[in-house]
């Protein structure tokens, strides 16, 4: 079954070209603090080596390399592990990634194991030599072997993640095992992540609540999240998203970035503490300005739908393209929903086509059913059913409800598939069972007509009944029908107009007719067939084939205006067009008339 996981985020930026080089964890360092430069007197290089080591905790790396430079000449490897560092960063001194690889290589010549470890990322990172992660793991590998810490998280993380080699579970829970034992915070998170998601371990929700709790403990912001996400989610422990909040609050005051996101979404939504969209807005652009591609994302969202704030879809846009520069998913979809449907610039929908696609390939649920979506109509992309079906396919496969919507939709009605009913009936039960309103709306129809499966007006109310409350128009409009119908229960006019009229309200087509239907008869309000014939030009703007039929009917018969046989014919025309299957016999019968 397709569950919500923790999120995996990327630890010290693997890949890029600022790796974590771990300054206090040298082979050899002194503990109880360091000595001040003052006091260093010569002959005691362990006092020089200490005061280095507080000058670079102190950001003076311009002093520590005065002090350091001395003992790499007399040839103490540690302080060549740690100049080697100050050359690397290019702080205080001139950055120099040959001197510091020279500098690695005699340490680690000398027997230092963490000097592997700075070679290797080196050599992942491309700094000083050709990037080259297989050759990275080979230096990982060897100071793993020697028992250091270091090598066996990075070598265990690079294999989970197939760095420079191929990707192998099991082998990545053996090495991160052997760094969590080592007090690697970052290899205790990994695990945990590990038994969340089955891999290289049997899947155990409560094991990986163990072990974020275990390096939360140590307060790792990573961790502290992952334990709000468990409760957040029930998993492991009984749902508390109180305490989820909680857990999220302590990993962003430990500057964990993603974790203001997850503040700022329990305040946009009062999960777990009182609703408060300003707090929501002021989460987001702590996020967005640290530089999370999901703060970014967050950020656009409250400028695109007004929260905590006025609405500004032209700002809304121009963060969505920096969330997307910053590798965001969720933007490409977001920015091609405002493409498609024109909000805050111009519509341009194969650009649109393009972003859904992009995300689609990430893996975004909600993309993969929009750009099938396009696929089956025609929208910014050459229309193909057949890969609109596969696409829908692949996103009800990852658990998407709308693409499982789509799945019933192309078997109902046989697009890029072999028409079935019983199929559609069951994707759309499939949908709707994770209440997806369209899908339920969809099942409702079907119960109501009785197509693959048994016709059940009671059933189909209800299912209207709870659509409407998850709020699809279409399922409130229908409510609404069944209600003034009196169709599986007792009649209600006036709710039924009401609901129908809060549908013609959304712009719903369907509702506007219907609305036109019922204000021209006067059921559930005053007869006014002029107010009835603006209801019908609204829906046939929408594109309402049966409100074109309308239109011609009420120009041919004089209701609400007067006769107008030319206008008339041109509404007949337009609605057979649209696919109305009566109107040509209503054109044919206007001429016969027009010719008496």
């Given at each position: 079954?397709?569950?919500?996981?923790?999120?995996?985020?990327?630890?010290f930026g693997q890949g890029?070209?600022?790796?974590?080089?771990?300054?206090?964890?040298?082979?050899?360092?002194?503990?109880?603090?360091?000595?001040?430069?003052?006091s260093i007197e010569a002959g005691k290089p362990q006092d020089a080596l200490a005061a280095a080591e507080a000058a670079v905790a102190a950001g003076e790396d311009s002093e520590a390399a005065r002090l350091l430079r001395p003992l790499v000449e007399r040839s103490d490897a540690?302080?060549?592990?740690?100049?080697?560092?100050?050359?690397?960063?290019?702080?205080?001194?001139?950055?120099?990634?040959?001197?510091?690889?020279?500098?690695?290589?005699l340490a680690?010549?000398?027997?230092?194991?963490?000097?592997?470890?700075?070679?290797?990322?080196?050599?992942?990172?491309?700094?000083?030599?050709?990037?080259?992660?297989?050759?990275?793991?080979?230096?990982?590998?060897?100071?793993?072997?020697?028992?250091?810490?270091?090598?066996?998280?990075?070598?265990?993380?690079?294999?989970?993640?197939?760095?420079?080699?191929?990707?192998?579970?099991?082998?990545?829970?053996?090495?991160?095992?052997?760094?969590?034992?080592?007090?690697?915070?970052?290899?205790?998170?990994?695990l945990g992540v590990a038994h969340d998601y089955g891999q290289g371990v049997e899947e155990n929700d409560t094991e990986a609540l163990r072990l974020f709790r275990q390096?939360?403990?140590?307060?790792?912001?990573?961790?502290?999240?992952?334990?709000?996400?468990?409760?957040?989610?029930?998993?492991?422990?009984?749902?508390?998203?109180?305490?989820?909040?909680?857990w999220f609050k302590a990993a962003s005051e430990h500057g964990n970035i993603e974790a203001f996101v997850d503040v700022g979404h329990d305040y946009r939504y009062g999960t777990g503490v009182a609703k408060d969209e300003a707090q929501a807005l002021a989460w987001y652009r702590k996020a967005a300005d640290a530089g999370s591609a999901r703060g970014l994302t967050a950020l656009a969202e409250a400028h695109r739908w007004g929260i905590g704030m006025k609405e500004d879809p032209v700002r809304a846009r121009g963060l969505y393209e920096q969330a997307i520069a910053a590798e965001s998913g969720p933007a490409l979809a977001g920015l091609g929903e405002m493409l498609e449907w024109g909000a805050g610039g111009d519509v341009d929908l194969a650009r649109a086509a393009d972003l859904y696609r992009r995300a689609a390939d990430a893996g975004e649920v909600d993309a993969i059913e929009r750009y099938a979506y396009a696929l089956a109509n025609g929208r910014g992309v050459a229309k193909d059913l057949k890969a609109a079906f596969e696409w829908y396919r692949k996103g009800a496969g990852r658990g998407g409800a709308r693409s499982m919507n789509g799945l019933g939709f192309a078997y109902e009605v046989g697009e890029g598939v072999a028409k079935d009913v019983a199929q559609a009936v069951a994707w759309y039960r499939k949908a709707a069972d994770l209440d997806e309103p369209t899908a339920i709306t969809n099942l409702g129809v079907m119960t109501f007509n009785g197509r693959g499966i048994d016709k059940d007006a009671k059933e189909a109310r209800r299912l209207f009944e709870r659509a409407a409350g998850l709020g699809d128009s279409r399922g409130r409009y229908l409510l609404g029908t069944m209600l003034i119908d009196g169709d599986g229960g007792a009649k209600d006019?006036?709710?039924?107009?009401?609901?129908?009229?809060?549908?013609?309200?959304?712009?719903?087509?369907?509702?506007?007719?219907?609305?036109?239907?019922?204000?021209?008869?006067?059921?559930?309000?005053?007869?006014?067939?002029?107010?009835?014939?603006?209801l019908y030009q609204?829906?046939?703007?929408?594109?309402?084939?049966?409100?074109?039929?309308?239109?011609?009917?009420?120009?041919?018969?004089?209701?609400?205006?007067?006769?107008?046989?030319?206008?008339?014919?041109?509404?007949?025309?337009?609605?057979?067009?649209?696919?109305?299957?009566?109107?040509?016999?209503?054109?044919?019968?206007?001429?016969?008339?027009?010719?008496?």
């Open positions: 079954m397709f569950r919500l996981r923790i999120g995996d985020t990327p630890r890029g070209s600022n790796m974590l080089i771990y300054i206090a964890a040298l082979a050899v360092s002194v503990a109880d603090g360091a000595v001040p430069t003052a540690n302080a060549a592990l740690l100049l080697a560092g100050v050359y690397n960063r290019g702080r205080g001194v001139a950055e120099d990634h040959g001197e510091a690889l020279r500098l690695l290589r680690a010549d000398a027997g230092v194991t963490r000097a592997l470890v700075e070679i290797g990322l080196m050599h992942e990172n491309g700094s000083g030599v050709a990037k080259d992660p297989a050759k990275a793991n080979t230096f990982y590998r060897e100071a793993a072997d020697k028992g250091d810490s270091l090598g066996r998280l990075y070598l265990g993380m690079n294999i989970r993640s197939g760095v420079g080699t191929s990707v192998d579970h099991l082998e990545a829970v053996r090495w991160l095992k052997l760094a969590a034992a080592d007090g690697e915070t970052t290899a205790i998170y990994l390096c939360a403990a140590l307060r790792d912001s990573d961790c502290e999240r992952s334990v709000g996400l468990m409760y957040d989610l029930g998993r492991g422990v009984a749902k508390d998203e109180r305490e989820g909040f909680r006019v006036g709710r039924g107009f009401a609901l129908i009229r809060r549908s013609a309200d959304d712009g719903d087509a369907d509702a506007l007719t219907q609305l036109g239907a019922l204000t021209e008869e006067g059921i559930g309000t005053k007869a006014d067939p002029p107010a009835a014939l603006g609204k829906a046939a703007a929408l594109g309402d084939a049966l409100a074109m039929r309308y239109l011609g009917i009420n120009h041919s018969e004089g209701i609400g205006t007067a006769v107008d046989r030319k206008a008339a014919e041109a509404w007949f025309r337009k609605a057979i067009e649209a696919g109305d299957d009566e109107a040509a016999g209503l054109l044919a019968d206007l001429k016969l008339r027009g010719a008496d």
